[in-house]
């Protein structure tokens, strides 16, 4: 049997993915890159917003008439898959195999069933559980725990994933070495909030180390770079800074997302943090790491944001000059307490005010990524770019880059790069030789990657 995963949503999504790949591979199937090459097809989903719920809805009736043409198996898992909603969506679209995100493991009882088979528990096993090492990767994502404990007003997910459940240091670092050892040189620790790693359901769990002492831990591995996300503003403490500081393998980037800059909103969706605390974090994070490079998720049109509470967010954005940010319009879900007692504010000045923030957050991450320009920056450098003769990666701060192939960089590793030009979403270099010298470019072959590099012509 042939079978293809479609992922939507987060990073944890995707490494569920792989642990479910790993499961089909296993189980005697071929993975295949495509829905018309595939026997069976798996969707992992999303249910954070109404947006990938659409996408996942469009997609599963294109799903239903192949079910119907040619025999095709169809699977949904992930969020969605765990709230009344999907479950009426896979009745409606005639889903075969529905597995939520605690019942990964029980993907091979699913299609050994060969009927509609319906999952849906948090099961322990999972927690212990280590997916094969991806191969011929330089970057993994390792996931420290699941779940998460807190109640923000909008948020679906202590539903979908339910409460937190830490993985024990033994079994992460287990993960760890087989990353390693399968070349892997960049990790990044997943977790709804990893800065309560070891603290589940409020009580700290005895013999876990604190997410700093993980950090640390992590760092004595021998894995060259270490990002994490995400952060929750509620949990995060001095140490995690102090820890990162210390620690040469872990990145300058923190993404910690602060949702809203006024304190009436921040009270409304039940966040835990005031502005005040949530900028005493980012002077911590500043103090032990100068030139650290700083995310943030915010949400916009918050029920009841005036547009007093929405300038107190685009001041907390000049206050703190954001590096990036991932901004969302609030959107209502069934099934969380903003949706249920309060009352959704018109499209229009959701858009308008997401809007304004975009400029936002273009001039900064415009201001930001132009002081790069003449920096070296350690660039993981994954693979083949869009255009043909360009490599694209990721700095230490987790800046999008791209570099002409040169001779030395052929191919995907980490490389020293000089940034030569940046734009709001991207920073363009050239790999540096031992001696601090541009290596020289690779012929590009054809017209389109020459029009494509004159762009870059001023690197
Ligand atoms: N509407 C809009 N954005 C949301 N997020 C979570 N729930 C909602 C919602 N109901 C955003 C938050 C979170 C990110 C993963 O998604 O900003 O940090
Ligand atoms: Fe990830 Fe949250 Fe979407 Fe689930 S609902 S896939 S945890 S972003």
Redesign the pocket.
């Known amino acids: 049997m042939k079978a293809t995963v479609i992922t939507y949503g987060?990073q944890m999504n995707e490494y569920d993915t792989h642990l479910v790949e790993s499961q089909l591979v296993s189980l005697g199937l071929d993975l295949v890159d495509t829905i018309d090459a595939a026997d069976f097809v798996l969707v992992n989903t999303c249910a954070?917003?109404?947006k990938p719920v659409d996408k996942v809805r469009s997609l599963l009736g294109d799903l239903r008439r192949q079910k119907h043409e040619r025999g095709l198996v169809v699977g949904m898992m992930g969020c969605l898959a765990q709230l009344e909603e999907g479950q009426q969506i896979a009745r409606k679209f005639e889903v075969d195999v529905l597995l939520g995100p605690g019942s990964l493991l029980d993907i091979g009882a699913a299609l050994e069933s060969n009927q509609r088979f319906w999952g849906l528990q948090f099961k322990d096993e999972l927690h212990d559980h280590i997916p094969p090492a991806p191969q011929g990767r330089l970057q993994a994502h390792l996931t420290i725990m699941r779940g998460c404990d807190h109640h923000?007003t909008?948020?679906?997910?202590p539903t979908t994933r339910g409460p937190q459940v830490s993985r024990t240091p033994a079994s992460i670092l287990k993960e760890l070495d087989g990353l390693l050892e399968a070349g892997v040189q960049e990790v990044t620790l997943l977790g709804q909030n990893v800065n309560a790693y070891g603290f589940d359901q409020g009580a700290k769990i005895a013999g876990i180390p604190s997410f700093a002492d993980l950090l640390r831990a992590v760092g004595r591995s021998g894995i060259r770079r270490i990002k994490f996300t995400?952060s929750h503003p509620m949990n995060f403490t001095e140490d995690v800074a102090i820890a990162m500081s210390e620690t040469p393998a872990v990145c300058e980037f923190v993404h910690l997302?602060v949702?809203s800059g006024s304190n009436r909103v921040l009270r409304r969706m039940a966040r835990e943090y005031t502005r005040e605390k949530y900028l005493s974090h980012i002077a911590d994070i500043k103090k032990h790491l100068p030139g650290v490079v700083l995310a943030t998720?915010?949400?916009v049109g918050?029920p009841g944001e005036t547009e007093e509470d929405f300038q107190h967010t685009l001041d907390l954005y000049d206050e703190v000059g954001y590096d990036s940010a991932?901004?969302?319009?609030?959107?209502?879900?069934p099934g969380?307490p903003?949706?249920q007692h309060f009352t959704d504010l018109p499209r229009e000045v959701k858009t308008e005010r997401l809007q304004r923030l975009i400029v936002k957050q273009k001039e900064w991450s415009q201001r930001k990524n132009a002081s790069k320009v003449g920096s070296i920056q350690e660039v993981l450098l994954r693979g083949n770019a869009h255009a043909e003769g360009f490599l694209e990666g990721h700095s230490r701060g987790n800046h999008p880059v791209v570099v002409p192939k040169a001779l030395g960089a052929e191919t995907a590793g980490i490389y020293p790069v000089r940034i030569g030009h940046a734009t709001p979403h991207m920073l363009y270099g050239a790999v540096l030789g031992p001696n601090g010298e541009a290596l020289p470019e690779l012929p590009r072959l054809t017209p389109e990657a020459a029009a494509v590099s004159s762009p870059l012509s001023m690197v």
């Open positions: 987060c954070v917003r109404g923000c909008y948020c679906i997910v995400t997302p949702q998720d915010i949400i918050f991932y901004m969302f319009i609030y959107s209502a879900r969380t903003s949706y």
